[in-house]
């Protein structure tokens, strides 16, 4: 770490998740998997569109065949078997659910592993009831998925691994730091990060929207002067038109900002690691810096469903 506690600047950390229990790892990948295969089809879909609009605004005959028609509905074929594929495929559906319990199991199993409420170390229950009440909180999140199969690993098997029981038994200050270093400074880097890469990629969509509908309103001067003799309004309109359909699945405006206040969240929470002297008054904090990472979590996911 190259980062005080109590510094307000983004931090680069790293996280391999290793030693996390097994349906979080099974969703994550799920969550991986669905995204991809929901940006690869919507990318396909409107490329396909575009395509069709473009070969669609001229013809080019080749003997008794026009080669552009030929070509326009293929594209239009290709974007159908892509809509058909979305809606019966719903690989946003895992995306969402997938990641909704990958998010979920993560904060569980820090909640553990940190003796965070409600599996806190204060005396009052042993580790067998800890144990037991982590279970039955994963059941809760498994019976809440409908849209995907979770298959993880076997060698992932274990819901409680070895590393969460070693940092649960450490003293107060060693997990602590635990805490710090591989959930609050990790995903404040990582907020941080997406933040900034959003925001740079929606002001460049901005910036290329705006200058083609500018080439579409010239385009569309000079057809009307009789200048050119192609629909390059329709074209410079569908591509724009397919622009903000990848805007909106992308949605970089909105992450940018849900992101940069998450992280101004933490680096509030960051400022009072300190304060906890207790393990019930560790117990509450790691509670209140959970809620604050669900937060930004159930932003996301409100704005996709």
């Not at 991809?36 to 569109?49: E, I, K, P």
């Not at 575009?50 to 005959?61: E, K, L, N, Q, Y």
């Not at 009440?133 to 059941?139: C, V």
């Not at 070895?162 to 200050?173: F, K, N, V, Y």
């Amino acid at each position: 770490m190259r980062q005080g506690r109590g510094s307000s600047e983004c931090v680069v950390a790293s996280d391999p998740d290793t030693g996390f229990p097994a349906l979080y790892r099974a969703a994550d990948r799920g969550a991986i998997v669905g995204q991809r295969r929901l940006l690869t089809a919507t990318g396909v879909r409107l490329t396909s569109l575009v395509a069709a609009a473009i070969f669609g605004s001229f013809g080019f005959i080749a003997g008794r065949v026009d080669v552009a028609a030929i070509v326009a509905a293929g594209a239009l074929a290709t974007a159908l078997v892509t809509e058909v594929y979305l809606l019966s495929a719903r690989p946003d559906r895992q995306w969402y659910e997938a990641r909704a319990a990958a998010e979920s199991a993560k904060t569980l199993a820090w909640r553990y592993l940190v003796g965070g409420a409600p599996f806190g170390r204060d005396g009052a229950d042993d580790d067998a009831d800890m144990d037991l009440l982590l279970h039955r909180r994963f059941a809760e999140i498994t019976r809440g998925i409908h849209g995907f199969a979770l298959v993880p690993p076997m060698e992932e098997a274990s819901q409680v691994t070895a590393m969460m029981r070693e940092i649960r038994a450490l003293s107060l200050e060693e997990r602590k730091q635990h805490y710090m270093s591989g959930r609050i400074n990790e995903q404040r880097a990582w907020y941080c990060a997406k933040a900034s890469y959003h925001e740079r990629r929606a002001s460049r969509w901005s910036i290329g929207l705006a200058a083609m509908e500018a080439v579409g309103l010239i385009a569309a001067i000079l057809n009307a002067d009789q200048v050119i003799d192609l629909d390059l309004p329709g074209i410079v309109g569908a591509l724009a038109a397919a622009g903000i359909a990848w805007l909106q699945t992308r949605q970089h405006q909105q992450l940018a900002t849900s992101y940069s206040i998450a992280a101004l969240e933490l680096a509030d929470i960051v400022s009072r690691v300190e304060w906890p002297r207790t393990e019930s008054e560790w117990a509450h904090f790691v509670d209140e810096s959970e809620e604050a990472i669900a937060r930004e979590h159930m932003l996301w996911w409100g704005s996709r469903s």
